[in-house]
Nanobody
Framework: QVQLVESGGGLVQAGGSLRLSCVAS????????MGWFRQAPGKEREFVGA????????SYADSVKGRFTISRDNAKNTVYLQMNSLKPEDTAIYYC?????????????????WGQGTQVTVSS
């Protein structure tokens, strides 16, 4: 069993930056690919990005590519989402998730464990 706890959300103006963190419990963090998803009120949960077990492979949704960067520090059991050039449409609750696959996919059903989420609000 893996427990995930996100932090770093908040209120930021358009064009600003935030860095989200997700700390995982357990001794097998490096065995999981990690993903970030987000969900706005009234909208379906959507894929943001993913990183492979060893951290050498990343993928992103087209809507955030070039602005967001996912990274991980396996020694700290932590995955990060650096968000730059934020837009109002980035406003959502952001969730981290762990998958038993090597790369991590873009679909929710690929992931076995989920964090509680952290709110990101981008003002105009």
């Amino acid at each position: 069993q893996v427990q995930l706890v996100e932090s770093g959300g908040g209120l930021v103006q358009a064009g600003g930056s935030l860095r989200l963190s997700c700390v995982a419990s357990g001794r097998t963090f490096s065995s999981y690919a990690m993903g970030w998803f987000r969900q706005a009120p009234g909208k379906e949960r959507e894929f943001v990005g993913a990183i492979a077990r060893a951290g050498g492979y990343t993928s992103y949704a087209d809507s955030v590519k070039g602005r967001f960067t996912i990274s991980r520090d396996n020694a700290k059991n932590t995955v990060y989402l650096q968000m730059n050039s934020l837009k109002p449409e980035d406003t959502a609750i952001y969730y981290c998730a762990a998958a038993s696959t090597y790369h991590g996919g873009r679909y929710s059903y690929d992931y076995n464990y989920w964090g509680q989420g952290t709110q990101v609000t981008v003002s105009s």
